[in-house]
T-cell receptor, first 110, second 114 residues
Framework: DAKTTQPTSMDCAEGRAANLPCNHS???????VYWYRQIHSQGPQYIIH???NNETNEMASLIITEDRKSSTLILPHATLRDTAVYYC???????????FGTGTSLTVIP | NAGVTQTPKFQVLKTGQSMTLQCAQD?????MSWYRQDPGMGLRLIHY???????DQGEVPNGYNVSRSTTEDFPLRLLSAAPSQTSVYFC?????????????FGPGTRLTVT
C-alpha cells in the first residue's frame, strides 16, 4: 500500500546540495512527513519530520508544498558519508500506518 | 544508554525450527516495533506495542508472535521457520510523549532459513 513515490536512485556531487523529492498526494490533514535514511545494512536513522511548515535541523531541511502533496529533503552540502537509501514516510509514528517503501538510493560522487 | 539492542546478530535455522529474536531498549520508551527487510526492499512492519501488555499486528504478522511483559523487552518469536522468513529483522522503539517523533532502530538480526 504505497503512500509515497520516490525516484529509485539519484547521484549528487560531493559538496553540492542533494535534493530528494517525494510525492504523497493522498496525505491526510494530520499525517506527518518523515524522512529516514539507511546507510549500508544498518538500522534506519531519523533525519527530520514536518507537518506543513518547512523544517530545518543540523542534518537537513524539509520543504513541504502548500497543498502538502509533495516534499523535498535537502542535504545542503552532501558528503560521501551521506551515501544511503533515503525513505520518505507519511503517517503517524505509531500504529500500522508507518510504511517505508523502497526509498531513493543516493550516491554521493567524489 | 545502550539504545536498542538486538540478539543474535546472525542466525541460521532449518525449516520448521522455532526461535526467538531478542530486542531490548534502555530508554524507557513506550512504543516498540518489529520490521523485516527483504533484499532490495523497504522495511515492513510485523508487530508493534504501545506499552507493556499491549501488542498489535502490522502489515506482515503471519508466522510471528510477540509479547510485551516489560517496557524494556519486546521479543519476536518465529513459530515454525520457513525459507520465506529469510530476512533482516529490525527492532525499533520510540517515546509516545507529545513532540517525540523519532524512532530508534537496533542494528538488526540477519536470519537465514534453509
Amino acid at each position: 500500500d504505497a503512500k509515497t513515490t520516490q525516484p529509485t536512485s539519484m547521484d549528487c556531487a560531493e559538496g553540492r546540495a542533494a535534493n530528494l523529492p517525494c510525492n504523497h498526494s493522498t496525505i491526510s490533514g494530520n499525517e506527518y512527513v518523515y524522512w529516514y535514511r539507511q546507510i549500508h545494512s544498518q538500522g534506519p536513522q531519523y533525519i527530520i519530520h514536518g507537518l506543513k511548515n518547512n523544517e530545518t535541523n543540523e542534518m537537513a531541511s524539509l520543504i513541504i508544498t502548500e497543498d502538502r502533496k509533495s516534499s523535498t529533503l535537502i542535504l545542503p552540502h552532501a558528503t560521501l558519508r551521506d551515501t544511503a537509501v533515503y525513505y520518505c514516510i507519511v503517517g503517524y509514528i505509531t500504529g500500522n500506518q508507518f510504511y517505508f517503501g523502497t526509498g531513493t538510493s543516493l550516491t554521493v560522487i567524489p | 544508554n545502550a539504545g536498542v539492542t538486538q540478539t543474535p546478530k546472525f542466525q541460521v535455522l532449518k525449516t520448521g525450527q522455532s526461535m526467538t529474536l531478542q530486542c531490548a531498549q534502555d530508554m524507557n520508551h513506550e512504543y516498540m516495533s518489529w520490521y523485516r527487510q527483504d533484499p532490495g526492499m523497504g522495511l515492513r512492519l510485523i508487530h508493534y506495542s504501545v506499552g507493556a501488555g499491549i501488542t498489535d499486528q502490522g502489515e506482515v504478522p503471519n508466522g510471528y508472535n510477540v509479547s510485551r511483559s516489560t517496557t524494556e523487552d519486546f521479543p519476536l518469536r518465529l513459530l515454525s521457520a520457513a525459507p520465506s522468513q529469510t530476512s533482516v529483522y529490525f527492532c525499533a522503539s520510540s517515546p509516545l510523549s507529545e513532540g517525540s517523533y523519532e524512532q530508534y532502530f537496533g542494528p538488526g538480526t540477519r536470519l537465514t532459513v534453509t
